[in-house]
């Protein structure tokens, strides 16, 4: 079959040209050949995994569908899709899946049946809807707001399958925030709580097991691997073939749903930030109470000669010198989560945010649980321990359910649940353009040099597609990027710099000038809310912030208006707006801030494990530089999505390698090593334009690097002084 998929792709005359389902007037493209080519191959293998980089531009989406709905096809095998977020599996499902699924019907007459499978807490139950409008009918809510809702219920009444919280927030999103909606009105209507609201979900649980085709996301893949060991729990008895695209995303994944970190004082923060009612705040204080105390009891039994536990310090649950208080912890923590519980419930949520509180409450119920069964003399499966923070020596409560790949590689390591083909790919495996060396994504997801010695490993990028250029912040004079944080309440060592945020706001109002739409890209939600605060008001311009809850409506602003501003800390990946982004900002480079209680508690994990510390502190750094280069492709890869577009990439890191024929003009600059790396996040293909960036300051505006330098003075010739 490989080689029938390969002339598909590579003859122009073939019928996927001459169908149009490529788009009109499109021409084989050689990445494209050899990527489809490369799965083909894969799912012909008897081994049957593959690792496979497609850059942006190589046009991956269909170099996988194709072959794979072939195969469908012919062997009556299931395919199932994972992507990342809800917004890439539904871009896939609407967008690109409807064409593949017709091409392969008219090649094959067969005709695939597919679904979309999303979990069960994204969807509403209208009639707990219905209860909650009438609720804030009684407590006096405005009758704009009213209105809009019960219009929002009508709608979803009459089409139940629309009753999904991303379709209420595209649709409706930017219209609640105007009439000043509750923002927790959303999240209390789950279903299960009335009869009949369970029809929606159900229905589609029905038409996934009689798919042939299904599109998830990485957060389901997660879940089933976690629970059931397998990735597709019903489907025994047909072959499988598995396509897991933005690949790199799933270890992350993973990683979240296994591992809880509960600080004391986010609960703290939690209960006073909440509008408690005056019985509900005696029961936290004394909850709060209790934990303090417990944490305090646990020291004092660990190192009884001691006045206080040291600051990076992690004591397990499981020293028999603490198992007794595990059972109290869970006493503790169950009150605190009674009285969030009851005061989410009636959308009593003060200033804090829902997304925050969803998490929070899941993690202290999470973190009961496993408590409660460890005080019954129960293994949870889990570890749990308590620490104090490396830096502020805070107490907090941590659970580990083991590396994200002892669980990824399930789809190997069982071979009567393992899919029949795997194929791992994403435009930034590798985290650089160009590199074939994928052994570090193969580690991430549990992979053994052996099991990496038969697989198909390929990586594939355009010759030419799109067009870049670049502006760097003139790094001769810049601040520095970072700063120490004096924030009592910051876990972290350091944090960016006032003065070089009002250099980045400076480069983004620069941008506007020059006209088009700008996607600003920050690494932090802390960053972005700074950035946004001092770009302030720019003439002409709407300057979007992007949030986790409001996202939809607000992408949905931004595609409308050309001339809009994003600010954003979420949209490395999965922005798709071809021909829409003239400008892409990024202020700093995406290094994830360390998480010094992640990083300390690991150690210690790894070190019960007989990992040397010495080991897994020279490891750290390059898996989060490696990381940051991937993030950093990604994201300049949202201004490439079609041939003809052309953006420009500002970069605001004073850190930013300076190309070698400057050097010679910048003798003081000090260059950091790990930095040169960050140049191969940039497609290889526009290193020329990278090496010829233009340079920005706040006093000069943009110039080119020439011009920047002092005049050259003739061979010669002295200059005359004029006294005044």
């Not at 005359?13 to 009109?24: D, H, Q």
Request: aromatic residues 6%.
């Amino acid at each position: 079959m490989a080689s029938s998929v390969r002339d598909l792709f590579a003859d122009p005359l073939s019928p996927l040209y001459a169908s149009g389902v490529m788009g009109v007037g499109a021409a084989p493209r050689q990445a494209q050949v050899d990527y489809a080519g490369a799965v083909s191959d894969v799912l012909a293998s008897p081994y049957g995994i593959g690792l496979i980089q497609g850059e942006t531009g190589t046009g991956k989406t269909f170099g996988y569908l194709v072959p794979a709905l072939l195969d469908a096809a012919r062997t009556g095998a299931v395919v199932m899709v994972s992507t990342n977020t809800l917004a890439l599996q539904k871009q896939v499902f609407e967008r690109t899946l409807p064409k593949a699924v017709a091409f392969v019907k008219a090649q094959t007459g067969k005709s695939l049946k597919v679904a979309l499978r999303i979990g069960r807490r994204n969807f509403i139950s209208v009639e707990a809807m219905r209860l909650a409008i009438l609720a804030l009918a009684a407590a006096g809510i405005s009758r704009e707001v009213l209105d809009l809702l019960r219009s929002i219920h009508a709608h979803l009444a009459a089409e139940p399958a629309l009753a999904v919280r991303q379709e209420v927030s595209e649709i409706y999103g930017t219209r609640l925030r105007e009439v000043g909606a509750p923002a927790y009105f959303f999240e209390n209507l789950e279903i299960g709580q009335h009869p009949g609201d369970e029809d929606a979900y159900r229905e589609m649980l029905a038409q996934c097991a009689g798919a042939d085709v299904i599109v998830v996301n990485h957060a389901l893949l997660a879940t089933n691997l976690i629970s059931f060991g397998r990735a597709m729990p019903y489907f025994e008895d047909r072959r499988s073939i598995l396509v897991v695209d933005e690949a790199d995303a799933l270890p992350e994944m993973v990683k979240a749903l296994l591992s809880r970190k509960l600080p004391l004082r986010e609960i703290v923060a939690l209960l006073r930030d909440m509008d408690l009612n005056i019985s509900e705040r005696k029961r936290s204080d004394r909850a709060l109470k209790m934990l303090s105390d417990l944490f305090d009891e646990a020291a004092k039994a660990h190192s009884p000669h001691r006045s206080r536990v040291a600051p990076a310090s992690v004591l397990p649950m499981g020293d028999p010198s603490l198992s007794a208080l595990a059972g109290r912890f869970a006493t503790g923590l169950g009150e605190v989560f009674s009285v969030v519980g009851s005061a989410f419930e009636e959308g009593r949520l003060g200033s804090v945010h829902p997304d925050d509180l969803k998490v929070a409450v899941s993690d202290m119920e999470a973190m009961r649980q496993s408590l409660t069964i460890m005080s019954a003399g129960v293994d949870p499966g889990q570890t749990c321990s308590l620490y104090w923070s490396p830096t502020r020596g805070w107490p907090g409560l941590h659970l580990d359910g083991g590396q994200p790949g002892d669980v990824i590689s399930l789809l190997w390591r069982r071979d009567e649940m393992a899919p029949s083909a795997l194929v791992f790919t994403s435009a930034t495996l590798t985290g650089a353009s160009g590199r074939i060396n994928l052994r570090d994504f193969a580690a991430s997801v549990g992979m053994t040099n052996g099991i990496y010695a038969t697989c198909l490993v390929s990586a594939f990028a355009p010759a030419s597609f799109g067009k870049m250029d670049f502006v760097v912040i003139d790094q001769r004079i810049s601040p520095p990027v970072t700063v120490e944080d004096d924030d009592e309440e910051s876990e972290h060592p350091t944090k960016s710099n006032p003065e070089i945020i009002e250099w980045w706001a400076a480069m983004v109002r620069e941008a506007a000038r020059a006209g088009g739409r700008i996607l600003v890209l920050t690494p932090s939600h802390r960053d972005a809310s700074s950035l946004f605060e001092a770009i302030g008001f720019v003439p002409g311009r709407m300057v979007l912030m992007d949030s986790r809850s409001a996202g939809p409506s607000v992408l949905s602003v931004f595609d409308a208006d050309e001339s809009a501003i994003l600010v954003s800390a979420i949209r490395w990946t999965g922005l798709d707006m071809p021909g829409k982004i003239r400008h892409i900002v990024i202020p700093r480079f995406p290094l994830a801030p360390p998480d010094v209680v992640y990083d300390m508690l690991r150690e210690v994990l790894m070190a019960a494990r007989g990992v040397s510390g010495r080991k897994i502190r020279q490891r750290r750094f390059p898996i989060s530089l490696a990381n940051a280069r991937r993030r950093m492709l990604q994201g300049v890869g949202r201004g490439i999505r079609v041939e003809s577009d052309h953006v420009t990439v500002w970069v605001g890191d004073g850190r930013w390698p300076v190309p070698v024929d400057r050097k010679i003009h910048c003798p003081t600059l000090r260059e950091r090593a790990w930095a040169a790396s960050m140049v191969t996040a940039v497609p290889h293909r526009f290193a020329r334009e990278l090496d010829k960036a233009l340079v920005f300051d706040p006093v000069n505006g943009v110039r080119t690097f020439a011009a920047t330098l002092p005049p050259k003075r003739s061979a010669g010739r002295r200059s005359t002084i004029v006294a005044p």
